[in-house]
């Protein structure tokens, strides 16, 4: 239900307090909605740099599948996640995740008891596994930044689609009913004064 605007002074000055403020905020949510379209496209960059970089990775483990079956029982003991190393940052007043790095588990083993390629195959296993967690945390991160820029641009839609032409049309029709009521007052206070001159001049001529 549209907001009923009273017709007098006190209303117009309210609704000029409106407009000034939403237009105060609308550069600034502009600015915000900037940020948020420069940090997803760097973030969308990112991600096909580490898609490529994890299609790499695999094509090297498929050189090494052959040794997977017998490495495999071992393995699996040093490519186990100890620690994923994100931090928190802030972007336009959003919380947004980064991400720094796997630790992974690291037990002793002799280098006499495995295979010379042992130390490669869990080299690259640790690499597909750190751009895999990378690449999860990058579309975490993109999907932060892309709901930011929705509700911004929502917002911004909001301003300039109703909230400051709304405020514009309720100060139109608040001046042009003022001013009707400045007139009418003016218009009135003139027969007024003709009817006491010109009772006062039959008062004379009487």
Known sequence: MAERIKLNKVSLRTQKQKLAMYRRFLPALEARKQQFLMHLAIVRKEIAVQEARMQKVLQEIKAWSALYG??????????????????????????????????????????????FSFEEVMQRSRDAIACREAIRMLREQEGVLFEGFRKTSQRINLYEQRLIPGCREAIRKISVYLQDQQAASVGVAKVAKRMTEEAALQDALA
């Open 70 to 115: 017998d490495l495999g029982p071992l393995l699996r003991y040093f490519i186990e996640i100890r620690e994923i190393k994100t931090s928190i940052r802030n972007v336009a007043g959003l919380k947004v995740p980064q991400f720094h790095g796997v630790d992974f588990s690291d037990p002793p083993y002799s280098f006499f008891a495995t295979p």
